[in-house]
C-alpha cells in the first residue's frame, strides 16, 4: 500500500501563470477528491470523482479550476491565471465507494503565488 | 448550515498528561462526525469516526472521543499524551449520504517534554 502521491509537493509561480497538479490514489480506489486548505483552516472540500465522472463541485471551484480524472485513476487539478488568493494547501483524497466516509489523505502540493 | 467549531486553537500539555479536544458541530440531522490528525508535510490521517451505536467511540494511538447529542459535542481524549502526539488535530462533519465535508478549523497540540 503507497498511500495517496501527490505531486509537486510545492509550487511557486508568478500571478497570472497556469499551474496543474497531479494525484494519484491508492489503486483499487474509485472515488478521489480535491480539497483546499489555507493557513490556519481546515480543508475545504473542491470537488470529487467516482472512476471518471466528476460528480459533485463546491462553488469554490470556480471558472478558473478544471479537474480531470480521465482514466479514472490519476487525477489534475489546473488552475489557469493565478492569483495570490489561490495560494494554499491542495490536498487529494481517495475511498472506496463502499465506504466513501473514510477517506485517505495524501500529503498535499503547497502552492505559492507571487 | 453544517459547520464545525474547535474553540482551542492551540494547547500545549506534559508529555504524560491527559488530554482533551473540543469540537462542536452544526448540523440539520445526525451527522456522521471524525477526528483526523495532521503531522507536518503529512497527509490527514483518520484517528476515529462516528456513524451510530455507542456514542464512546475508540480510535488509533489510543485516542477516544465521545458524541454528545444534547452538546452538539465530539470531544477529543487521550489519558496519557506521548511527544508524538504533537500535531494538528481537525474535526469533521459530513452527511451520510454526501461527500461534502465540513472540517474544522484544527487545533495545534504542542507536547512539553
Known amino acids: 500500500d503507497t498511500g495517496v502521491s501527490q505531486n509537486p509537493r510545492h509550487k511557486i509561480t508568478k500571478r497570472g501563470q497556469n499551474v496543474t497538479f497531479r494525484c494519484d490514489p491508492i489503486s483499487e480506489h474509485n472515488r478521489l477528491y480535491w480539497y483546499r486548505q489555507t493557513l490556519g483552516q481546515g480543508p475545504e472540500f473542491l470537488t470529487y470523482f467516482q472512476n471518471e465522472a466528476q460528480l459533485e463541485k463546491s462553488r469554490l471551484l470556480s471558472d478558473r479550476f478544471s479537474a480531470e480524472r480521465p482514466k479514472g485513476s490519476f487525477s489534475t487539478l489546473e488552475i489557469q491565471r493565478t492569483e495570490q488568493g489561490d495560494s494554499a494547501m491542495y490536498l487529494c483524497?481517495?475511498?472506496?465507494?463502499?465506504?466513501?466516509?473514510?477517506?485517505?489523505f495524501g500529503p498535499g502540493t503547497r502552492l505559492t503565488v507571487l | 448550515a453544517q459547520s464545525v467549531t474547535q474553540p482551542d486553537i492551540h494547547i500545549t500539555v506534559s508529555e504524560g498528561a491527559s488530554l482533551e479536544l473540543r469540537c462542536n458541530y452544526s448540523y440539520g440531522a445526525t451527522p456522521y462526525l471524525f477526528w483526523y490528525v495532521q503531522s507536518p508535510g503529512q497527509g490527514l490521517q483518520l484517528l476515529l469516526k462516528?456513524?451510530?451505536?455507542?456514542?464512546l467511540v475508540q480510535g488509533i494511538k489510543g485516542f477516544e472521543a465521545e458524541f454528545k447529542r444534547s452538546q452538539s459535542s465530539f470531544n477529543l481524549r487521550k489519558p496519557s499524551v506521548h511527544w508524538s502526539d504533537a500535531a494538528e488535530y481537525f474535526c469533521a462533519v459530513g452527511p451520510p449520504y454526501g461527500q461534502n465535508f465540513v472540517f474544522g478549523p484544527g487545533t495545534r497540540l504542542s507536547v512539553l517534554p
Open positions: 483524497a481517495s475511498s472506496l465507494a463502499a465506504h466513501y466516509n473514510e477517506q485517505f
Open positions: 462516528y456513524f451510530s451505536g455507542d456514542t
